[in-house]
């Protein structure tokens, strides 16, 4: 695999709760973004514990992951997160209320697993497409899945940013699971909303196919998302699938 990652204050924002990472293990890659919020940096405490706590678990794991516990594994992974930074939460009164954001994606060969818990989303590009496979649990989100606000209404909407699922504001948290495969020359793009927010699907996908490397792809990104006001931070976490033979596909 090749991989890039990117993470930007923003224009307006005085500092950063976004986190992004990405590791290999085992033949087994990891990459997450989380998205933070609360007051007083909390949220970028709850994104940082996120990715961190992740990451610990998934370097103690992958020797002994396959494909047929990766799911489960995936679960009770963020269900001990959730439940790590409600405490802490609890015990810390500077960071009552914050919480987070998570998608996460773990990959080996052609397989690749997810997981997601609000609004922070995993796309897949391959040559002539791309698509969003994780749902956002917002309200906005849901609203649009029953059918009662249009994509662009949820765009304007007031209540936008509320969020049906985070980790860390609640004892239970629910998150999406799934797996998709992907081939050579393919891409993972994972994102927060400050992305995704600023650029159209289609105008994503003309950068990453366009720019001759991942790096460039993922700086253009971010500039882009600026250039359209970056009014929240912005994090972009790029994975390609890479031959065997050593050449950047």
Not at 146 to 172: F, I, K, S
Not at 201 to 209: A, G, K, N, W
């Amino acid at each position: 695999m090749i991989y890039s990652i990117h993470s930007d204050t923003g224009k307006v924002r005085s500092h950063n709760e976004d986190s992004v990472l990405f590791h290999e293990r085992s033949g087994w890659f990891l990459t997450v973004v989380a998205d933070g919020m609360g007051g007083h940096q909390a949220g970028d405490v709850a994104s940082r514990m996120a990715c961190n706590r992740m990451l610990d678990q998934f370097k103690s794991a992958a020797d002994a992951l396959d494909t047929e516990t990766i799911e489960e594994w995936l679960r009770k992974t963020v269900d001990r997160i959730n439940s790590d930074l409600f405490t802490y939460q609890q015990e810390h009164l500077d960071c009552r209320g914050m919480g987070t954001t998570l998608t996460a994606a773990v990959g080996r060969g052609e397989d690749v697993y997810y997981i997601n818990v609000g609004d922070s989303r995993l796309y897949l590009l391959t040559g002539n497409a791309v698509t969003q496979i994780t749902k956002d649990q917002s309200l906005v989100g849901e609203l649009v899945r029953q059918g009662e606000l249009t994509e662009a209404e949820a765009e304007v909407h007031p209540r936008r940013n509320v969020l049906l699922q985070a980790l860390g504001t609640e004892m239970d948290v629910s998150g999406e699971i799934g797996s998709i495969r992907w081939r050579p020359e393919d891409t993972l793009l994972l994102c927060t909303d400050g992305l995704t927010n600023k650029l159209a699907d289609s105008l994503i996908m003309e950068i990453v196919h366009n720019e001759t490397s991942l790096e460039d792809a993922g700086e253009r990104l971010i500039a882009s998302a600026n250039d359209k006001g970056g009014e929240d931070n912005i994090t972009a976490a790029l994975v390609r699938f890479h031959n065997q033979d050593g050449g950047a596909l």
